[in-house]
C-alpha cells in the first residue's frame, strides 16, 4: 500500500512558475513508477508527466511539453513536478498517482492504469 500527499498548489500570474512536490509514504519507492495528471471541471484527467522508477525514462504529452520537467528523489520518497510558463489553461486539480511497475522504464499515460492516487492539489493560473 502507498500513501501519496501533494504540496505545492497555489494561485500564480499566467507567466509564472509552480514547484509541486508529491512524497510516499511505504516501502521500495524506487519500484513504482510516478506520474502527475490534473483535471478541471468536465474534463478527463490527463497525464502531465511520468517518470520511470529508474529515473531514466519521462513522458510529457504535447500541451506541456518543454515547460513542465518531472523528477524524482527515490532517496527521499518524492517526485516533483516543476511547471514553468504557466498558462490559464492550466488550471486544474494536479495528482500524484503511483504504480508498481516490473520494467524499469515504464511511462504509461493511462490514468486508469494507475493504482495509488493522491487527494489533488489546486493549481490556479490568472491572466
Known amino acids: 500500500q502507498v500513501q501519496l500527499v501533494e504540496s505545492g498548489g497555489g494561485l500564480v500570474q499566467a507567466g509564472g512558475s509552480l514547484r509541486l512536490s508529491c512524497v510516499a509514504s511505504?516501502?521500495?519507492?524506487?519500484?513504482?513508477?510516478m506520474g502527475w495528471f490534473r483535471q478541471s471541471p468536465g474534463t478527463q484527467r490527463e497525464s502531465v508527466g511520468v517518470?520511470?522508477?529508474?529515473?531514466?525514462?519521462?513522458f510529457y504529452p504535447d500541451s506541456v511539453k518543454s515547460r513542465f520537467a518531472i523528477s524524482r528523489d527515490n532517496g527521499k520518497n518524492t517526485v516533483y513536478l516543476q511547471m514553468n510558463s504557466l498558462k490559464p489553461e492550466d488550471t486544474a486539480v494536479y495528482y500524484c498517482?503511483?504504480?508498481?511497475?516490473?520494467?524499469?522504464?515504464?511511462?504509461?499515460?493511462?490514468?486508469?492504469?494507475?493504482?495509488?492516487w493522491g487527494q489533488g492539489t489546486q493549481v490556479t493560473v490568472s491572466s
Open positions: 511505504g516501502r521500495s519507492f524506487s519500484t513504482y513508477a
Open positions: 498517482a503511483a504504480r508498481l511497475v516490473y520494467r524499469s522504464d515504464y511511462v504509461g499515460s493511462k490514468s486508469s492504469d494507475w493504482t495509488y
Open positions: 517518470i520511470s522508477s529508474s529515473g531514466g525514462s519521462t
